[in-house]
């Protein structure tokens, strides 16, 4: 049986404060992309208490997603956003998630964004990478960005770091690893930035910035 609204409310408030949480419960943060960065960053920001989370994604779940993306194996052929909402319900039953199954493009991100105050960038294209980077700071005026590169292979978990770019840009991940070459996404690696991610998104709701 799910606990009340009231107890999770106060199970969070008990956990982090009251004023942490009302920043927290008070924010709407967007995730774009649902693959192994953007289900785990969900997951994480489901938990700490983030009151609305827009889930972005066209696609759909497959198998080769299962090793590192927040879906289970009954799920593989339905819409990524729809299904990890069905997941987040089972974790945050009273957060407030608005999935979208829809392509993010040049021409649609502003509009899709507007009611961000921050947004994450989990793509694995690099063009659709620059895309979201380059509409939310020129069209989002008032929106962080969280974003990530590079996160393949057996590499020292110690390389995956966070830097802020510019004022409200922030980029995490070791910035050299590429999927395409060697071994590919393991989950270890990829959960760590999305940790990074998810991380820097409660820092920059709480008022706690990057030098």
């Known amino acids: 049986m799910f606990p009340s609204e009231k107890e999770w409310t106060d199970a969070l408030i008990a956990r982090h404060g009251a004023a942490l949480h009302g920043?927290?419960?008070?924010?709407?943060?967007a995730v774009c992309g649902l693959g192994g960065l953007g289900s785990n960053v969900a997951v994480a920001l489901a938990r700490a208490g983030v009151g609305t989370l827009l889930l972005i994604d066209f696609d759909r779940v497959d198998l080769s997603n299962l090793h590192r993306?927040?879906?289970?194996?009954?799920?593989?052929?339905?819409?990524k956003a729809e299904a990890l909402a069905e997941n987040l319900r089972?974790?945050?039953?009273?957060?407030?998630?608005?999935?979208?199954?829809?392509?993010?493009?040049?021409?649609?991100a502003a509009r899709l964004l507007k009611d961000a105050d921050v947004v994450?960038?989990?793509?694995?294209?690099?063009?659709?990478?620059?895309?979201?980077?380059?509409?939310?700071?020129?069209?989002?005026?008032?929106a962080y960005l969280v974003a990530a590169s590079g996160m393949a292979g057996l590499g020292t978990p110690n390389s995956i770091r966070t830097r802020?770019?510019?004022?409200?840009?922030?980029?995490?991940g070791d910035e050299r690893s590429d999927a395409a070459e060697g071994l590919g996404l393991l989950a270890p690696r990829v959960m760590l930035c999305?940790?990074?991610?998810?991380?820097?998104?409660?820092?920059?709701?709480?008022?706690?910035?990057?030098?």
């Open 120 to 142: 994450c960038e989990a793509f694995d294209d690099a063009a659709a990478k620059a895309m979201l980077v380059n509409a939310v700071l020129e069209r989002l005026p008032r």
């Open 69 to 79: 993306q927040q879906y289970k194996a009954e799920q593989i052929g339905r819409r």
């Open 194 to 211: 999305a940790a990074h991610q998810a991380q820097t998104v409660l820092r920059i709701l709480a008022g706690e910035y990057e030098v």
């Open 164 to 172: 802020r770019i510019t004022e409200r840009f922030y980029l995490c």
């Open 90 to 108: 089972e974790i945050a039953p009273y957060a407030a998630l608005r999935p979208l199954a829809e392509r993010i493009t040049e021409e649609n």
């Open 23 to 29: 920043r927290f419960s008070a924010a709407t943060v």
